[in-house]
């Protein structure tokens, strides 16, 4: 796939999608996200891969939110607008894929930057990133879906405080309060991503995704016990748990072909 801004790649079933405005510190333009809703949509009908790992350009920003530049002159109509599209076709799309996304915090996760690391399924930082919410500082509230998903990550009073301090915190703040899974040095970090993302490649395909639908509809205003239910008694119509069930019988390592 040839993209303007993003650079993507798949490598032994994982899909590696970097932001690739590096000038901008990977600030997210129509264009580029445009592009992630392409590659999103890709990630999804493509058999072969089993999970993505979403990162920034460059060594000093994931992403530094929403372009500013883009938006200066909106008004309500258009900011309702830009708020609507990229949480239908990006933000939530991602948090709906049945497939895992890492994100791989690089740097600057600000704005639209740290809404779209908490889209994803799991965040890593490397120990130089600084994350927050500085909508208020430009007389905005977040709009790609932070107010929601950082008080379901951290809880009420801390997301009440980063979003209206518009304060940036450090990557082991942010792992104390859990707003990321874990914190390793910068060389490390693309590594610790597929560290966690080959151990979910083991497991049974369709378990995951029932797993992440679960999970995603327990922090929705939905009934996420009855979707889990649901899901559970799906999994048992599959040929994955007889084979994971078999195998565990016959003591062997299970080889799931994801039907
Ligand atoms: C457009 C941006 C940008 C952004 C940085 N740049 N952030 N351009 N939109 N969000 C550009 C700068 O204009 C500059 O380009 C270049 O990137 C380098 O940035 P500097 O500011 O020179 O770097 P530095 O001094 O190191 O400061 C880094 C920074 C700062 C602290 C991250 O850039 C910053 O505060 N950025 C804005 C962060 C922010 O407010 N994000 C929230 C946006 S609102 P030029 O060409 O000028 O040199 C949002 C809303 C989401 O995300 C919801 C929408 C529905």
């Given at each position: 796939?040839?993209?303007?801004?993003?650079?993507s790649?798949?490598?032994?079933n994982i899909l590696?999608?970097?932001?690739?405005r590096?000038?901008a510190?990977?600030a997210?333009?129509?264009?580029?996200l445009a592009?992630?809703?392409?590659?999103i949509?890709?990630?999804?009908?493509?058999?072969?891969?089993?999970?993505?790992?979403?990162t920034g350009?460059?060594?000093k920003?994931?992403?530094a939110?929403?372009d500013?530049?883009?938006?200066?002159d909106?008004?309500?109509?258009?900011?309702?607008d830009l708020?609507k599209?990229g949480q239908?076709?990006?933000?939530?799309?991602?948090?709906?894929?049945?497939k895992?996304?890492i994100a791989a915090i690089?740097g600057?996760?600000?704005?639209?930057?740290?809404e779209l690391?908490?889209?994803?399924h799991m965040?890593i930082a490397?120990?130089?990133?600084k994350l927050g919410l500085?909508e208020?500082?430009?007389?905005?509230?977040?709009?790609?879906?932070?107010?929601q998903?950082?008080?379901?990550l951290?809880g009420k009073?801390?997301?009440?405080e980063?979003?209206?301090?518009a304060?940036?915190?450090?990557a082991s703040e942010?792992?104390k309060?859990?707003?990321v899974n874990?914190v390793?040095?910068q060389?490390?970090?693309?590594?610790?991503?597929?560290?966690?993302?080959n151990?979910i490649?083991?497991?049974a395909?369709?378990?995951?995704s029932?797993?992440i639908?679960?999970?995603?509809?327990?922090?929705k205003n939905?009934?996420?016990?009855?979707?889990?239910i649901?899901e559970?008694?799906?999994?048992?119509?599959?040929a994955?748990?007889?084979?994971?069930?078999?195998?565990?019988i016959?003591?062997?390592?299970?080889?799931?072909?994801?039907?």
């Amino acid at each position: 796939m040839a993209y303007q801004n993003l650079i993507s790649e798949i490598k032994e079933n994982i899909l590696y999608v970097t932001i690739n405005r590096e000038k901008a510190l990977n600030a997210l333009n129509k264009d580029t996200l445009a592009e992630l809703a392409d590659v999103i949509e890709f990630a999804k009908k493509t058999e072969q891969v089993r999970g993505v790992i979403l990162t920034g350009a460059g060594e000093k920003a994931f992403v530094a939110g929403a372009d500013i530049k883009e938006f200066s002159d909106y008004n309500g109509k258009q900011g309702e607008d830009l708020a609507k599209r990229g949480q239908d076709q990006v933000f939530n799309a991602i948090e709906n894929s049945s497939k895992p996304f890492i994100a791989a915090i690089n740097g600057f996760a600000l704005g639209g930057g740290l809404e779209l690391a908490m889209a994803c399924h799991m965040r890593i930082a490397s120990d130089n990133a600084k994350l927050g919410l500085p909508e208020v500082t430009l007389g905005l509230i977040p709009g790609y879906g932070g107010t929601q998903r950082l008080t379901q990550l951290v809880g009420k009073g801390k997301a009440i405080e980063m979003i209206t301090t518009a304060n940036m915190i450090t990557a082991s703040e942010a792992e104390k309060i859990g707003l990321v899974n874990g914190v390793v040095p910068q060389a490390d970090l693309i590594s610790k991503a597929e560290e966690i993302m080959n151990v979910i490649k083991q497991r049974a395909p369709l378990a995951i995704s029932a797993a992440i639908k679960s999970v995603v509809a327990a922090v929705k205003n939905s009934d996420g016990y009855t979707v889990e239910i649901e899901e559970f008694g799906k999994c048992f119509e599959t040929a994955d748990f007889k084979e994971g069930v078999t195998a565990f019988i016959e003591k062997r390592k299970a080889n799931f072909a994801g039907k």
